[in-house]
């Protein structure tokens, strides 16, 4: 059976916060603002924070796998830049010129995916009047949220208000939102590879066996809403995880990342994580005790 290690994620990932917070180890030249997409990249014509910006950033959100974030964030800008009507509540181009558009800015899903965004577009209109703030109204952690979100699809006859988006990408707009106005929520950081990654190789998880990522993510949930409570004032700081997965742990096999690692003592280094099947990236399960990969031992 695998456990949480209560006191040892407080150690790990408030490291990690407080580390951001100071800005030290790699935070000091990489953070939020030089490496986030959704801060780096938005169409020109929009005003930061206005109403137009948040409409796409909560469109680009949904579509988000968290795998090819800054080519989507960058490709789905120029795409809105040069398409204002897209802008407008109501309109939904035909699937035809919706890929076509997705085809020119080379904005590289899955065909599938492109009735989807039109479906989370008319979804975002209808259900939610084109407010993002209105998919959080009346709720404060995503546990509630999701509920609400059951709720609004039983009562319209559909199957969910965002298809394909869950706990994760609900979280990330969440954080994505709370970084530009005063929207209050619990559940600020997604609990993806990196949180997941980051608590096996630290030792966060007591016991062994397997579990699915989607029950870990269910359990790390609580401790990260109530760790991360201290640092939501901490500007960027629920970019943080993430900044440390993508340009630190990534490298970790094959660089000497000790000065530059915040957490590099307490960490045994990279593993493999499972995948069922082995081509998806977000079905699967993480072996406890795991086969870690010498840090820096494959130089390249």
Not at 9 to 21: D, L, T
Not at 23 to 34: K, P
């Amino acid at each position: 059976m695998i456990t949480i290690d209560e006191e040892r994620f407080k150690e790990v990932f408030g490291q990690i916060f407080s580390a951001y917070k100071a800005r030290s180890h790699g935070f000091a030249d990489t953070h939020a603002d030089n490496l986030g997409p959704q801060r780096i990249y938005y169409p020109k014509c929009v005003k930061v924070g206005n109403r137009d910006h948040l409409y796409w950033l909560t469109l680009v959100a949904l579509s988000d796998r968290r795998t090819n974030s800054t080519m989507l964030y960058r490709n789905f800008a120029r795409m809105f830049n040069r398409n204002k009507k897209l802008f407008i509540q109501g309109y939904y181009p035909s699937h035809r010129k919706m890929e076509r558009l997705f085809r020119t800015y080379k904005i590289a899903v899955p065909v599938g995916d492109i009735a989807l965004f039109l479906e989370k577009k008319r979804h975002l209109d209808e259900l939610f009047n084109g407010d993002p703030f209105a998919i959080y109204n009346g709720v404060g952690n995503i546990d509630d949220l999701l509920i609400k979100a059951r709720r609004i699809a039983k009562l319209r006859g559909i199957d969910l208000p965002f298809p394909g988006a869950k706990e994760k990408i609900f979280t990330l707009l969440a954080m994505f939102l709370s970084e530009l106005t005063d929207l209050q929520f619990d559940d600020l950081i997604p609990i993806d590879v990196w949180v997941q990654s980051i608590a096996t190789s630290t030792g966060v998880l007591k016991g062994e066996g397997i579990i699915k990522f989607r029950v870990l993510e269910r359990l790390l949930r609580p401790n990260m809403r109530k760790l991360f409570s201290g640092f939501k004032d901490v500007p960027g700081a629920a970019n943080a995880t993430w900044i440390l997965g993508k340009s630190m742990c990534t490298h970790c096999a094959g660089r000497d990342m000790k000065d530059i690692c915040p957490i590099y003592d307490m960490c045994k280094g990279p593993f493999r994580r499972h995948r069922t099947p082995e081509s998806d990236k977000h079905s699967g399960y993480i072996e406890v005790p795991s086969d870690f990969i010498p840090k820096g031992s494959n130089p390249y």
